[in-house]
């Protein structure tokens, strides 16, 4: 199937930048979305952004809007999450995902996502 491995991951002052990686392998023809999600200790697993694989769309929470970015490499098989102005909200582990659906709503859902790295922990500290 598909194998997603994140790497990037690491502890920062507030202000700082991360990149986070996802490895993607396997059948990853038919993942149609990649995403990354975010869960804090006592609170739920929260969508972060997403990449349509096809055309590049992207879209984000309006949390980490104009502070973080998605892409991915043009073979499609990594995806990246630039992390920029980090604030101590952004604690969490950072999880990537795959989803094989057509479609998928712009406020993503873990449920929709079939495939799941790891995850790599971000902390930020003031």
């Known amino acids: 199937q598909v194998q997603l491995v994140e790497s990037g991951g690491g502890s920062v002052q507030a202000g700082g930048s991360l990149r986070l990686t996802c490895a993607a392998s396997?059948?990853?023809?038919?993942?149609?979305?990649m995403a990354w999600f975010r869960q804090a200790p006592g609170k739920e697993r929260e969508g972060v952004a997403f990449?349509?694989?096809?055309?590049?769309?992207?879209n984000y929470a309006d949390s980490v809007k104009g502070r973080f970015t998605i892409s991915q490499d043009n073979a499609r098989s990594t995806v990246y999450l630039q992390m920029n102005s980090l604030i101590p909200e952004d604690t969490a582990m950072y999880y990537c995902?795959?989803?094989?659906?057509?479609?998928?709503?712009?406020?993503?859902?873990?449920?929709?996502?079939?495939?799941w790295g790891q995850g790599t922990q971000v902390t930020v500290s003031s």
């Open positions: 995902a795959a989803s094989r659906l057509a479609t998928i709503r712009a406020m993503i859902a873990p449920a929709d996502f079939g495939d």
């Open positions: 396997g059948a990853t023809g038919s993942s149609n979305f």
């Open positions: 990449i349509v694989r096809r055309t590049g769309y992207t």
